[in-house]
Structure formats: structure tokens, C-alpha cells
């Protein structure tokens, strides 16, 4: 029995890809049909979001005219992790499995088989993994790399030069669902799931068209959100930094105590001013680390909803009706 899948698309500005994404993708569904991989109930969830071009008129119009597409609008720009966790957890009410892509097709569609093939066989989480990285600049490939390795000494458990291409199965998207964190990681929660998984290789493109709506500042903030929501053992050494420290300033003491008593205490001054500049910056850095921890319990214990639809396209018209991030199934 061929299974309905669903490709979950964010898209923020991308006016310039879509016409050719839709098209695209629409030959590989229809290819993966005929193969018997995907039933005709599958389609392509577009998710905008919020974006400030004419994405959602076009994925509108695509919806109308193409049977395949079906469209949800957020209602401002939650970033790609929400928009992309909105399509999920859409997709998780229609669909056996989905599997997520970006809008630019940079991930290579042609391997969306091999992710159903692992899915047939009994796979709940299919990951996407980048053969080479020869299409990124040097800066990215050092910068990628260098925070994998550092995520993995912080005992985060991420899929090296794995993005956000990969497929869920429907369990897999109900366990998601219970990850309530406004911080949103998805590649550090996925493997948290745990179910079986696999991987599927592919070589990435450049952007057939428009440009990265990542930038450095995005993507260093994305990386420290990867970083704060997942490990806390930047807390464990403030802790071990506290202990060195204060046994170093015993033995300061001391031998500010020793050279009081051998009457060898006129100059010094340089010493102290040294040492206050030195704790308070200390001090400084450990209380701006902790402030970042209590920022996430902060907006953690406020649990706003982490999206809202506005508007859908293409669905019949009983599903028809705008929701929120808020699961509302599991309240009693
Ligand atoms: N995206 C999004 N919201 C944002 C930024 C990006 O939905 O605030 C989408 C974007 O439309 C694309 C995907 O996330 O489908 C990846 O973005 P992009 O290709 O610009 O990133 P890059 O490949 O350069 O890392
Ligand atoms: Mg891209």
C-alpha cells in the first residue's frame, strides 16, 4: 500500500522559487505515484511565513490550479524552525509521513524515493545527510563544522552536516508534538525521539534562484538557540570555574597575609587593581551565561503559542478553520 505523504515547504520571500519549486515537485510526486511510493492522496504543504512579497498570493494561485498544493499562512515571521513545525504538525492530521525540504530546492529531490523506500521499511525518522559541502563557502564549511564538534563535546546528540531535510513518520510527528520548547531546535529534538532511524545521502545545490534568507546573524543566533536549549553544561563549568577560582584567591590571600607579616606591603596597588578587574569581569561573564539560561525558563514557563495560522488554501472546507501552536487535544 503506497503511503500519503506530505512535503512540508517554509517559505519566507521566496516569490522568485516557487512556480519552479511547485513544478519541481509535482513531477516527483507524480513519479513516486506511478512508482507505487506515494498514494494520490500526497501533497506539497507550503507553509509562508509571513512573509512580506507576494509568496502566499502565489501559493494561492498554485493551490487553485494544481491539485497537489496546499498552503498555510502564519501569521507574522516566526522564523524557519516554527514555519516549518506548523507544516509538521498540519501534516501529522493528513498524512502517513512527511518530510520536509526547503523552498529553494538546494536539498536534491531526486533521492525523495530512497526516503520512502526507508520509510517502507519500517523507518520512523529518515535523515537527510549532505555528501560534501563544495557548494558552501570556506567560511560556513569551518564554521558547520566547528559547531558540530562543539555541540557533540557538550553531549548534544546532532547528525553531522544533517539540515532540516528529513522525513517523520506520523508517530514520529506525535512525539514531536509533545516537545513543548518555544526555543526551537528541531534537529537537536528529533533524535531525541528515538524511534528507529536511518540515512539517506544526497549532494546539495546552489540556490537555483533569489537569495539565502539566512544570514550571519540569523545563523549565529540559530547556532547559540542550538547551543543554550539543549546543554547545560555551560552551567557545570561556571561551576568548576567558581571552584578554581576561589581556591586561587585563597592562596592570594595567604600570601597577601605572609608578605603583610614579613613587612613587605608598600607597592601592591597594581595587584589589587588587577585582581578586581579580573574577578568582576569573571563575574560578569558567569552572571551574563546564567542571565541567557533564565531568559529560556523565562519565555519556557510563559508557553505562548508558537505560531497561528491565518489563512489555509486547498483544504476541503470542514478542516478549513484557523488554528494555533496550542494543542488544544491534550488539555482534560
Ligand atoms: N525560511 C523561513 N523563515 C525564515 C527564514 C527562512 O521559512 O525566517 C525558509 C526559507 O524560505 C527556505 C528555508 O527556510 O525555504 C531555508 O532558508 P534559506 O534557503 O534561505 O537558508 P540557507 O539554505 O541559505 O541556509
Ligand atoms: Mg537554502
Redesign the pocket.
Given at each position: 500500500m503506497p503511503s500519503i505523504v506530505y512535503l512540508v515547504?517554509?517559505?519566507?520571500n521566496?516569490e522568485e522559487v516557487l512556480p519552479e519549486t511547485a513544478r519541481r515537485l509535482t513531477e516527483q510526486l507524480s513519479s513516486m505515484q506511478a512508482q507505487g511510493l506515494a498514494a494520490p492522496e500526497s501533497r506539497m504543504l507550503f507553509v509562508d511565513?509571513g512573509s512580506r512579497d507576494a509568496t502566499w498570493a502565489l501559493i494561492e494561485s498554485l493551490s487553485r490550479e494544481n491539485p497537489f498544493v496546499r498552503g498555510l499562512k502564519l501569521a507574522h515571521?516566526r522564523?524557519?524552525q516554527n514555519?516549518l513545525l506548523a507544516g509538521l504538525m498540519e501534516a501529522r492530521l493528513h498524512a502517513d509521513c512527511a518530510i520536509s525540504l526547503?523552498?529553494?530546492l538546494?536539498d536534491d529531490v531526486s533521492v525523495l524515493p530512497q526516503f520512502l523506500e526507508k520509510f517502507r521499511e519500517g523507518c520512523d525518522v529518515v535523515y537527510g545527510v549532505r555528501n560534501r559541502r563544495d557548494t558552501d563557502t570556506a567560511f560556513k564549511r569551518v564554521t558547520a563544522q566547528g559547531f558540530y564538534k562543539f555541540m557533540h563535546m557538550l553531549g548534544v546528540d546532532v547528525v553531522y552536516n544533517h539540515a532540516d531535510y528529513r522525513l517523520m513518520s506520523r508517530r514520529a510527528l506525535d512525539a514531536l508534538s509533545e516537545y513543548r520548547e518555544v526555543n526551537l531546535f528541531l534537529r537537536g529534538i528529533v533524535p531525541l525521539i528515538g524511534y528507529r532511524s536511518d540515512y539517506v545521502y544526497y549532494d546539495r545545490h546552489e540556490?537555483f534562484a533569489g537569495e539565502?534568507?539566512?544570514p550571519l546573524k540569523k545563523m549565529i543566533s540559530f547556532a547559540l538557540d542550538g547551543i543554550t536549549s539543549f546543554s547545560v553544561r555551560p552551567l557545570r563549568l561556571i561551576s568548576r570555574l567558581g571552584i578554581f577560582v576561589s581556591m586561587a584567591s585563597i592562596l592570594g590571600l595567604l600570601y597577601a597575609l605572609i608578605s603583610h607579616f614579613m613587612g613587605q606591603t608598600v607597592a601592591g596597588w597594581t595587584a589589587i587593581i588587577c585582581s578586581i578587574w579580573l574577578l568582576g569581569g569573571i563575574q560578569l561573564l558567569c552572571v551574563g551565561v546564567v542571565g541567557g539560561y533564565v531568559g529560556k525558563i523565562y519565555s519556557e514557563v510563559k508557553a505562548r503559542p508558537r505560531y497561528r495560522i491565518e489563512e489555509k488554501a486547498g483544504f476541503p472546507l470542514d478542516s478549513a478553520a484557523p488554528s494555533s501552536g496550542q494543542q488544544e487535544e491534550k488539555r482534560v
Open positions: 515547504i517554509p517559505c519566507y521566496e511565513d515571521n522564523g524557519h514555519a526547503d523552498a529553494d538546494q540556490r539565502s534568507k539566512y
